[in-house]
């Protein structure tokens, strides 16, 4: 049923995130701990993956980003992750669509909007 209309059923792969919020998820997530560097303009920091799907990624992050901010980062994708014989460097851009902060940490999501794989 959905919280906000309840003559309305929620779609296919739609769940009811805390407060009432509807979230829709795209893509299977999988919990994958990777370093990751992001950066924004200039600025550049580095994290860790909490988990990674096809659209989006989420982090582990010393300080909070803005939502709707650009990112750009990279990830090691282990080869046993990807069934390759080699880890395989992925550099993508996105955007920050949600931010938290507890415990002193930050996870901040973002989507996955584009990616390549880099040169090695």
């Known amino acids: 049923m959905n919280p906000l209309n309840p003559e309305t ?5 739609a769940q009811t995130a805390p407060q009432g919020r509807q979230e829709v998820r795209c893509a299977v997530r ?21 988990n990674v799907s096809a659209s989006g990624v989420l982090f582990l992050l010393d300080q909070a980003l803005p939502v709707g901010l650009d990112v750009r980062f990279s990830m090691r ?19 920050v669509v949600r931010c938290s902060t507890s415990h002193n940490e930050h996870l901040a999501a973002a989507t996955i909007d584009d990616y390549r794989f880099a040169e090695q």
């Open 9 to 13: 059923p929620l779609p296919s792969g």
């Open 77 to 95: 994708m282990p080869r046993a992750v990807l069934g390759s014989p080699e880890d395989v460097l992925v550099l993508c851009t996105g955007r």
């Open 30 to 50: 999988f919990p994958l701990s990777l370093p990751v560097v992001l950066s924004a303009g200039e600025d550049e920091m580095a994290g860790l993956t909490r």
